[in-house]
């Protein structure tokens, strides 16, 4: 089943086409994401992983969590951790996740639903499969992105936003084809409902087997397209690009997608990508384990100040916090 879809496209807003003379951004670099563990043993792959962080600023790291189905009792999360310095996006495509931490936000998100956590000046939190989905299993896919903050608005006072799916715009291409979520920032005149520190844009887009996408994209924004699933093209030369693979994309002001058709017999599912572009913050990053900071003594202050409990404390009936990413 398509990750975005739509009972009515006739009731959509349709995505604004580029203007005919707008360039379409070429590839500049594309790669393929390794696998690997998280938390307390939840598949993710690295999807910034061997990438310059100067093409990637703002951003810092994504990890697509599973997909996998998980057996009972197989479920698993993240024990309590800290962070500072940055925002925690968590993006729930299918499964539910539950969210506490001890600035006091918490929720439940599910299905098309979205956590964005500004870690700010420090705080702790968790995140974990409900006891009912542990009980059950069932299918579990996600992505978490980390957003940089810039010096200015390291120390920010932390902040929790809980974006249900219906919260989010949804938008389709002109012929029906592509579905388009918008999560945050702005494309083609739709804005999404999630409130950042850094001007940029996310949305996850599913192409039907044959469907080209064409966005507008900002010229002072970079561009990251990432495939979860199926085979398509990518950029002004329509660079092959498959599930797992990022690509890099250069200057220009529209981004160009295609998912292959059924007729080259690996295009059934179509493409389910994420789309991200934010305005680089060209400062220096000092970065280990859980904090994102300027300098190796601000990294250094934060290890301190989460030792002495000033990003406050798990609740009782938890595990106490971790080190983790």
Do not use: C
């Not at 397209?225 to 092959?240: E, F, I, L």
Request: without cysteine.
């Amino acid at each position: 089943m398509p990750a975005v879809t739509a009972t009515d496209l006739t009731v959509l807003p349709t995505v604004n086409q580029p203007s005919p003379t707008a360039r379409k951004r070429p590839v500049i670099s594309l790669t393929e994401a390794p696998s690997g563990y998280e938390g307390e043993g939840f598949p993710v792959k690295r999807a910034f992983a061997g990438v310059d962080l100067r093409y990637l600023d703002p951003f810092i790291m994504m990890d697509e969590m599973g997909e996998v189905n998980y057996a009972p009792g197989e479920p698993k999360g993240t024990p309590w951790h800290p962070h500072r310095g940055f925002e925690t996006v968590t993006y729930i495509i299918d499964g539910t996740f539950d969210h506490q931490d001890s600035h006091g936000g918490g929720g439940r998100i599910s299905n098309g639903a979205t956590q964005w956590m500004t870690a700010g000046s420090g705080l702790l939190h968790i995140e974990s499969p409900p006891e009912e989905l542990v009980v059950s299993g069932g299918l579990f896919h996600g992505l978490q992105l980390w957003v940089n903050l810039p010096r200015a608005q390291k120390l920010v006072t932390p902040r929790y936003q809980d974006l249900g799916a219906e919260r989010t715009t949804l938008l389709s291409s002109p012929d029906g084809g592509a579905l388009v979520r918008v999560i945050a920032g702005e494309v083609a005149g739709q804005t999404g409902p999630g409130a950042t520190y850094t001007p940029m844009t996310m949305i996850h887009a599913t192409l039907a087997p044959g469907a080209r996408l064409e966005l507008p994209w900002r010229t002072d924004f970079n561009a990251l397209v990432y495939v979860m699933s199926g085979r398509g093209v990518v950029g002004a030369s329509d660079t092959p690009i498959s599930a797992g693979r990022l690509a890099v994309l250069g200057g220009g002001d529209a981004i160009s997608l295609g998912a292959l058709s059924s007729a080259d017999g690996q295009g059934q599912r179509g493409l389910e990508v994420v789309i991200l572009g934010g305005q680089p913050i060209r400062e220096p990053i000092a970065w280990a384990g859980p904090f994102v900071m300027n300098t190796k003594a601000e990294v250094m202050q934060a290890f301190e100040d989460y030792q002495r409990g000033a990003f406050g404390h798990s609740l009782p009936h938890h595990e106490g916090a971790q080190l983790a990413g």
